[in-house]
């Protein structure tokens, strides 16, 4: 059972950064893409940024330049992270690591000004 947590998230002012990371367990983690998503509330949950089993990144277009995704494998765990750069408003959100069917329970990320 792929387990996926988030932590990282907390207030930020307009044109700060944050680091959000996720922790996967729960399977062979280096064959598995993962994303992040947010959400905000009444609104989808939107693609913000992949990374694949391999390394190759997708950024939606609303973050490119600005965000970075990565991946690295700590003994049995692996970890993917998001680095937030340059953060507005519109960024405010609860962020989420998807594998497939699999949501963590989200990290809140609060934008301003």
């Known amino acids: 059972q792929v387990q996926l947590a988030e932590t990282g998230g907390k207030p930020v002012q307009v044109g700060g950064s944050l680091r959000l990371s996720c922790a996967v367990s729960?399977?062979?983690?280096?064959?598995?893409?993962i994303s992040w998503y947010r959400q905000v509330a009444g609104k989808e949950r939107e693609n913000v940024a992949s990374?694949?089993?391999?390394?190759?990144?997708?950024?939606a277009d609303f973050v490119r330049g600005r965000f970075l995704i990565w991946r690295e494998e700590v003994e049995d765990l692996g970890m993917v992270y998001l680095q937030m750069n340059n953060l507005r408003p519109e960024d405010t959100a609860v962020y989420y690591c998807?594998?497939?069917?699999?949501w963590g329970r989200g990290t809140q990320v609060t934008v301003s000004s």
């Open positions: 998807n594998r497939l069917s699999s």
């Open positions: 729960g399977g062979p983690f280096r064959y598995w893409n």
């Open positions: 990374i694949s089993w391999d390394g190759d990144t997708s950024y």
